[in-house]
C-alpha cells in the first residue's frame, strides 16, 4: 500500500486480513457445528458485509439501528439460492416504538429482563408463533474472569446487563428459547471454557436432556456472546472447536458466538499526517491531522496505547515523540511513542489495528473531520468508499 497518494486522516480496511480472519471463523463453523455471527457494535463498514457474509452465519446488533443496517445490508434472500443470513439483536431495553419493525427484520431476539420480556410480550409472541423469530434472554453468570477492563466486564457488582441466576424462574417463561452470556473482553479460549462450566452447573435447569421426551422449559439455542480473540494468533482454535462440538453434542442445543474484534482484528490501520512539532520541556509534540477522542476514543477510555508502524515505547529509539492532536483537549493524547529517526511535519504515520471499535465511535468533537474510509484491495488498489464533509458535522446538531 502505498500510504504518500492516501487523503489523511483515513481509517484503511484491509481486505486480504479481514478475509483470512473470516477463514479463521469459518474453520470453526464448519468443525464444530457453532454459528457465529459479527458483533456490528464493533466494525460496521458494511461495504464489507457481502464478503462477510459468505462466510459468517449472519450479524447481532446493539440495537435497532443496527439490526436494520444488517438487515439491509447482510442479506442474503432464500430465493435467490444463498445461504440465509441470521439477523440477531439484545438490547438492555427496546422502545415500544421500534419493537415492531424489531420483530419484522429479526430472526433472534433477546431480552435483558423478565420486565422487558413481559412488556413487549404482545408484540413478539405473534412473530414467534408464526415460527418467524426466536426470543431468549440474557443471563448474568456473575463469573468474571478479568480485572483488566472493568468497564467492560458484565459481571462486575451492581451491573445491569443480564438477569442474574436468583432472578431467573425455574423454567423458561412460555415463548423463549435460549439464552445468551456475554461476560468475556479481548479473551483466550480458557475463560470461555470456565464461564460457561459455572453456567452449565448454576443454570443447570435450563439445559435439555437429549433422552428425555419434555423439554419444554429448557433451551434449543445458547449464545456465547462475544470478546473471544479467535482470530489472534494465540487463541485456541482446536480447544473452541472441541468445546462446541462437545455442547452440542451433550445437549442437542444451537451454539452461538458473537464476536466483533475477531472479524476484524488487525484488519485495518489509521493513517494520519503530521502537521505541526511542538518544542515543550518534556518532549516534542507532535500534532496530527487525527484525534484519540475524536477518531480513537478506545484510547482514552478503556485506556489502552494502539500500536503504531514504526514506533516503539519512549527512549527505546533515539527519537521520542508524544502524538497529539489538534483538539482542544489538553488529554487528547495517543501516547509517548520512539523512533529511529527524526519526524518532520508532513510525515504520516500508520497507527494499527484501526478497524474495530473506531469508526463506530467516531464523533465530530470540535468539529473535527471524520477521516475517510477505504477500503485496501486484495489487489493492491485503494479505493474510498467514503468522504465525509461539514455536513455530516451540521446534520448531527
Ligand atoms: C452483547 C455483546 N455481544 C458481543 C459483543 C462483542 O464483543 P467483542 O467485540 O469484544 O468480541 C459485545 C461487546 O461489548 C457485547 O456487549
Not at 25 to 52: F, H, M, N
Not at 81 to 88: A, D, L, P, T, V
Not at 121 to 137: A, D, H
Request: aromatic share 10%.
Amino acid at each position: 500500500m502505498n500510504i504518500d497518494n492516501i487523503k489523511t486522516p483515513a481509517y484503511v480496511i484491509d481486505e486480504k486480513k479481514l478475509r483470512e480472519n473470516l477463514e479463521i471463523l469459518d474453520r470453526v463453523q464448519k468443525e464444530s457445528g457453532a454459528r457465529i455471527l459479527l458483533a456490528q457494535k464493533a466494525y460496521s463498514v458494511y461495504q464489507t458485509y457481502p464478503l462477510i457474509a459468505k462466510y459468517l452465519s449472519g450479524a447481532t446488533a446493539s440495537g435497532l439501528y443496527e439490526a436494520r443496517l444488517a438487515y439491509e445490508e447482510m442479506r442474503t434472500p432464500d430465493q435467490d439460492g444463498n445461504r440465509k443470513i441470521e439477523n440477531h439483536v439484545y438490547e438492555p431495553a427496546f422502545g415500544d416504538e421500534e419493537m415492531v419493525e424489531i420483530c419484522d427484520i429479526c430472526d433472534h431476539l433477546v431480552f435483558n429482563s423478565l420486565a422487558q420480556l413481559e412488556h413487549h410480550r404482545p408484540v413478539w409472541e405473534k412473530k414467534v408463533k408464526e415460527g418467524k423469530l426466536s426470543v431468549g434472554l440474557r443471563i448474568n453468570p456473575e463469573y468474571s474472569t478479568q480485572e483488566e477492563h472493568e468497564i467492560y466486564d458484565p459481571c462486575s457488582e451492581g451491573s445491569r446487563l443480564g438477569i442474574s441466576n436468583a432472578n431467573m424462574p425455574d423454567k423458561l417463561p412460555e415463548g423463549v428459547e435460549g439464552i445468551h452470556f456475554h461476560t468475556l473482553c479481548e479473551q483466550g479460549f480458557e475463560p470461555l471454557k470456565e464461564t460457561f462450566k459455572h453456567v452449565e452447573k448454576e443454570f443447570a435447569r435450563f439445559f435439555p436432556d437429549p433422552e428425555s421426551s419434555d423439554n419444554s422449559g429448557k433451551i434449543k439455542w445458547i449464545n456465547l456472546g462475544g470478546g473471544h480473540h479467535i482470530t489472534r494468533e494465540d487463541y485456541n482454535v482446536e480447544g473452541l472447536i472441541k468445546f462446541v462440538k462437545d455442547i452440542k453434542e451433550k445437549y442437542g442445543i444451537e451454539v452461538y458466538l458473537e464476536p466483533g474484534e475477531a472479524i476484524a482484528l488487525d484488519a485495518g490501520y489509521l493513517i494520519t499526517t503530521i502537521m505541526d512539532v511542538v518544542k515543550t520541556p518534556r518532549m516534542p509534540v507532535l500534532i496530527l491531522d487525527t484525534s484519540a477522542a475524536c477518531h480513537m476514543p478506545d484510547v482514552l477510555e478503556m485506556p489502552y496505547r494502539p500500536p503504531l508502524r514504526g514506533g516503539e515505547e519512549p527512549g527505546e529509539l533515539p527519537f521520542t515523540y508524544r502524538l497529539s492532536s489538534r483538539t482542544c483537549l489538553a488529554g487528547d493524547v495517543i501516547g509517548d511513542y520512539s523512533f529511529d529517526h527524526e519526524l518532520n511535519i508532513g510525515d504520516r504515520l500508520v497507527f494499527e489495528d484501526m478497524a474495530i471499535y473506531s469508526m463506530v465511535k467516531n464523533n465530530t468533537f470540535n468539529g473535527m473531520p471524520l477521516p475517510d474510509i477505504d477500503i485496501l484491495h486484495e489487489n493492491g488498489d485503494v479505493e474510498v468508499i467514503k468522504r465525509f464533509s461539514y455536513s455530516d458535522f451540521k446534520e448531527r446538531l
